[in-house]
Nanobody, 116 residues
Framework: QVELVESGGGLVQPGGSLRLSCAAS????????MGWYRQAPGKQRELVAD???????NYADSVKGRFTISRDNAKNTVSLQMNSLKPEDTAVYYC??????????WGKGTLVTVSS
C-alpha cells in the first residue's frame, strides 16, 4: 500500500503565504510524478502543480509566478510553497503520486482557506 499524508493547510489572509507538505510511504516506483491538486466547492478537481522524479515541473496558469513545487527524493516528500494567496485559491488541496499509465494514489486532503 501507498500512503500520502498532507500537512500545512490553514487559514491565511489574502496576500499571505502557506507551505504545504506531503510525505509518501509504502511501496512505489521511484521514477514517479508527485503533484498537488485542489477542489473548491462546486468545482472540479484541478491540477495545481506537479513535478517529476528528475525535477521537471508543471503549473496551472492560475498559479504560475505565485506557487513553487519541490520534492526531496531521499525523504519521499513533495512541497508546495504558496505566495500571494488569493480568495480563489481556497480549496481542499490533495497530494498525488502516480507512475505509468494506471497507478495513481491520493492523500486525504488539507484545507486552505484564504479570507480576511
Amino acid at each position: 500500500q501507498v500512503e500520502l499524508v498532507e500537512s500545512g493547510g490553514g487559514l491565511v489572509q489574502p496576500g499571505g503565504s502557506l507551505r504545504l507538505s506531503c510525505a509518501a510511504s509504502g511501496a512505489f516506483f521511484s521514477l514517479n510524478i508527485m503533484g498537488w491538486y485542489r477542489q473548491a466547492p462546486g468545482k472540479q478537481r484541478e491540477l495545481v502543480a506537479d513535478i517529476t522524479f528528475d525535477g521537471r515541473t508543471n503549473y496551472a496558469d492560475s498559479v504560475k509566478g505565485r506557487f513553487t513545487i519541490s520534492r526531496d527524493n531521499a525523504k519521499n516528500t513533495v512541497s508546495l510553497q504558496m505566495n500571494s494567496l488569493k480568495p480563489e485559491d481556497t480549496a481542499v488541496y490533495y497530494c498525488n503520486l502516480r507512475w505509468g499509465s494506471v497507478v495513481n494514489y491520493w492523500g486525504k486532503g488539507t484545507l486552505v482557506t484564504v479570507s480576511s
